[in-house]
T-cell receptor, first 116, second 111 residues
């Protein structure tokens, strides 16, 4: 079974621009989460989607947004980029959110975003 | 604010030894616990999940959970140089269902 895929893998943007990152989950997985990883803050949760609905949101400003499509693919958008947004952005998929389902998350390779 | 604490290390063990990685968490209502391995420059890889008190074994890995002490650990038996990586503890459940990751413990297995 193919793993989680993320595009693009690397991105360089200028401060003030916006960026859209894409994630395709493992086939059959309905939940997609996004994380930001930096050396200073570690792995931090951005948001989680299930069946096209945002179910959980981390403590990030409104410049960070996301969505999920009917095929479970997800995108995240960062507007008005700041230098501090430079990070590895990771997408993770899991089967679902219900208590009876497994919460194990499988990460994609990530998108390395550099803001100059 | 839910917190997950790990010793940053590095933890250095000789090849063939048992590596013991520890994690404590602050939210007593946490329900799901995970260990991930992350090699330098790569994304995290799920090793183990554990949901109830006690031990769970998978090959050379054993996860141990003690909810009363709010403590979860990962034991790696017969450690190999290829186990050298950063190990992340993740916790979910409780007051908010947001997954919280520890900062990770760097493990070095030397030949």
């Amino acid at each position: 079974k193919a793993g989680v895929t993320q595009t693009p893998r690397y991105l360089i943007k200028t401060r003030g621009q916006q960026v859209t990152l894409s994630c395709s989950p493992i086939s059959g997985h309905r939940s997609v989460s996004w994380y930001q990883q930096t050396p200073g803050q570690g792995l931090q949760f951005l948001f989680e989607y299930f069946s096209e609905t945002q179910r959980n949101k981390g403590n990030f400003p409104g410049r960070f947004s996301g969505r999920q499509f009917s095929n479970s693919r997800s995108e995240m958008n960062v507007s008005t980029l700041e230098l501090g947004d430079s990070a590895l952005y990771l997408c993770a998929s899991s089967l679902g959110l219900l208590a009876s389902q497994r919460y194990e998350q499988y990460f994609g390779p990530g998108t390395r975003l550099t803001v100059t | 604010q839910k917190e997950v604490e790990q010793n940053s290390g590095p933890l250095s063990v000789p090849e063939g030894a048992i590596a013991s990685l520890n994690c404590t968490y602050s939210d007593r209502g946490s329900q799901s616990f995970f260990w991930y391995r992350q090699y330098s420059g790569k994304s995290p890889e799920l090793i183990m999940s554990i949901y109830s008190n006690g031990d769970k074994e998978d090959g050379r890995f054993t996860a141990q959970l003690n909810k009363a002490s709010q403590y979860v650990s990962l034991l790696i038996r017969d450690s190999q140089p290829s186990d050298s990586a950063t190990y992340l503890c993740a916790v979910r459940g409780g007051g908010s269902y947001i997954p919280t990751f520890g900062r990770g413990t760097s493990l070095i297995v030397h030949p």
